[in-house]
């Protein structure tokens, strides 16, 4: 007696592929409404979007060349976007060299002085015509800089990041940092290296108006997502590490201390919006939020230029905006709502002038082709009828 197969599937409908299925059935009458459903729906919510994308204030003006302006000079680019203003006053920079200042730690000894190291400062007076309404975002926008290249963005040490200490044989055989010599970077990488340390104070009363400053604070700039990734960082002698090259010149002798420790990047929002690399040559990244109504009103804005755009052929840019629900300015979105409605609607007028012109009657097999002569088993005895009755004769049909 045959012993019946071993694995056989139990007499289940999911196991015998039996369950009921449903398959929709595409019919000019339920394709053609859709296609209007979708054009009346997208169109006003596409207007809807442009409207709010319009109620938006944006400002944006480069300071490039400010290392370069000895004298006041108008800005080269100067874009101002507002439903109700036409005219603006373009912002004007200048030059001069200044000291910056950085505090020590709180854990250094009581005392102990801030550091100082000398630095162009440029200073932009600024002239806004309306009223931003609360939240005012700052941005900083780069132009020609590749954050996007393959081996930029692959070069940065998670674990490192994460708050955990490597030397340099660790961070090295992980391929993230390439270190040459002896002593481990803290953070290591091309990304941490090239952050964005042009320093962007807020706006200042100018001295010919009575009106008050305005702060841009470096809170609730970064997402959420990224807070996670970062802890600060587990050396404990920091003799044995040493900061970014392009980081050195903020800290005494280019070297961490217990006066000037590295930045708690846990806490370091600037940080943590520059490591989540751009997809494109030209991006805007957050530097400040603001949360009271910016007045309008003339104001000066000191920049402390410590990132040299121009080696890499870009230009930078500063950009004032309100939000709005769905954030910044963008128009793109609420075009691409009613170029859909457009087509949607354009598409459901051809078709269904088509079908009035020339119906197609649903099920005629005289509309199937097989690619040569019918066999036995397209001769299906049992043909639909047309309206009439009269039996429907496909073309593989006898006489």
């Not at 459903?37 to 919510?45: D, K, M, Y």
């Not at 854990?107 to 309404?133: H, L």
């Not at 230009?315 to 409605?341: D, E, Q, W």
């Not at 036995?376 to 049909?397: C, F, K, L, Q, W």
């Amino acid at each position: 007696m045959d012993e019946p197969p071993k694995n056989r599937p139990p007499n289940t409908s999911f196991k015998q592929q039996r369950l009921k299925a449903w398959q929709p059935i595409l019919t000019a009458k339920s394709v053609l409404p859709t296609f209007f459903i979708l054009g009346i729906l997208f169109a006003p919510l596409g207007g809807l979007l442009l409207w709010r994308n319009g109620q938006i204030t944006e400002m944006s003006f480069e300071y490039t060349d400010c290392v370069d302006a000895l004298t006041w000079t108008p800005a080269s680019d100067v874009n101002f976007v507002h439903s109700s203003v036409v005219n603006v006053t373009k912002p004007s920079y200048m030059i001069s060299n200044g000291i910056h200042s950085v505090d020590a730690s709180p854990e250094s000894p009581a005392g102990t002085p801030p550091f100082t190291y000398p630095v162009q400062t440029c200073t932009v007076n600024i002239t806004i015509p309306t009223d931003f309404q609360p939240p005012v975002m700052m941005y900083y926008k780069l132009t020609n800089f590749f954050q996007n290249h393959r081996k930029y963005t692959k070069s940065l040490d998670y674990k490192q990041l994460n708050g955990a200490p490597a030397s340099v044989a660790e961070l090295n055989s992980r391929k993230g940092c390439n270190i040459t010599g002896e002593v481990p970077i803290y953070p290591c990488g091309l990304i941490a290296n090239s952050m964005f340390n042009d320093t962007i104070f807020g706006l200042t009363a100018a001295p010919t108006t009575t009106g008050a400053d305005y702060i841009f604070l470096p809170d609730r700039i970064a997402s959420p997502a990224d807070k996670g990734k970062y802890a600060n960082y587990g050396y404990t002698n920091l003799d044995e590490i040493l900061p970014p090259p392009n980081w050195r010149p903020r800290f005494p002798d280019g070297k961490y201390s217990v006066a000037f420790p590295p930045p708690l990047i846990s806490t370091d929002e600037h940080f943590q919006v520059w490591m989540r690399t751009a997809g494109w040559s030209t991006f805007l990244k957050t530097y400040g939020r603001g949360t009271e109504v910016l007045p309008a009103g003339e104001y000066q804005m000191m920049i402390d230029m410590n990132f040299p755009i121009k080696t890499y052929g870009g230009k930078k840019y500063i950009v004032i905006s309100s939000i709005g629900a769905i954030g910044g300015r963008n128009s793109f979105l609420g075009i691409g709502y009613i170029a859909i409605a457009v087509i949607c609607a354009g598409l459901g007028v051809v078709f269904t002038a088509f079908h009035i012109a020339r119906p197609r009657i649903i099920g005629d097999h005289s509309k199937i082709s097989f690619g040569g002569e019918a066999t036995a088993h397209t001769r299906a005895p049992n043909r639909a009828d047309d309206v009439g009755g009269n039996r429907i004769r496909s073309r593989y049909e006898d006489e």
